[in-house]
């Protein structure tokens, strides 16, 4: 089975920073690309980050683009999302995702975190 | 803003069909996945490529394309088919992905 945990969450203040981490197991991990999706409350899906299944390749929103950076660690079967110069508006549940391919659909998603940016 | 727009809300009564549809010039040019999301939980894939749904999902679920849209059909829709739905595709570059703007199904 599937499964995708992501933690690394909580309350942080304007200008902080956090690193969410998403834990993998059920698939080899080293073969799939992974994402990185928000959603802010009460608000739709928002594509932030991908890469690669090698980590060769990575992708930034531009709403995220020179403060969040993606990694993968294949031989712990964890992906990574560190941010900093964190703003309100980075408040969201952060998904954890998997797809066969860097274009291909989303098959697994995780729970989520959620990360409060807030004085 | 989203180069993916859907209508914000629709509804459909018991039993009925109900298409939720998705536009963007990008969709001349690549398929669209569909993404159900129920209050409180992650999205889940219900549809991806022509029109090939996952293990588990019912096949009262459909896909298909035409020019700049992509729709998702419900036939016979369920109380348990009430939910937000999202489309995904890749943006106007074709080099990354974007999320349509979502739609709420509401099942009478």
């Known amino acids: 089975e599937v499964q995708l945990v992501e933690s690394g969450g909580g309350l942080v203040q304007p200008g902080g920073s956090l690193r969410l981490s998403c834990s993998a197991s059920g698939f080899t991990f080293s073969s799939y690309a992974m994402h990185w999706v928000r959603q802010a409350p009460g608000k739709g899906l928002e594509y932030v980050s991908a890469i690669s299944s090698n980590g060769g390749s990575t992708y930034y929103a531009d709403s995220v683009k020179g403060r969040f950076t993606i990694s993968r660690d294949n031989s712990k079967n964890t992906l990574y999302l560190q941010m900093s110069s964190l703003r309100a508006e980075d408040t969201a549940v952060y998904y954890c995702?998997?797809?066969?391919?860097?274009?291909?659909?989303?098959?697994?998603w995780g729970q989520g975190t959620l990360v409060t940016v807030s004085s | 803003s989203s180069e993916l727009t859907q209508d914000p809300a629709v509804s459909v009564a018991l039993g009925q069909t109900v298409r939720i549809t998705c536009q963007g010039d990008?969709?001349?040019?690549?398929?669209a996945s569909w993404y159900q999301q129920k209050p409180g939980q992650a999205p889940v894939l219900v549809i991806y490529g022509k029109n090939n749904r996952p293990s588990g999902i019912p096949d009262r679920f459909s896909g298909s394309s035409s020019g700049n849209t992509a729709s998702l059909t419900i036939t016979g829709a369920q109380a348990e088919d009430e939910a937000d739905y999202y489309c995904?595709?890749?943006?106007?570059?074709?080099?990354?992905?974007?999320f349509g703007t979502g739609t709420k199904v509401t099942v009478l």
């Open positions: 995702i998997t797809s066969g391919s860097y274009y291909g659909p989303f098959d697994y």
């Open positions: 995904n595709s890749r943006d106007s570059s074709g080099n990354h992905r974007v």
């Open positions: 990008s969709l001349r040019s690549y398929y």
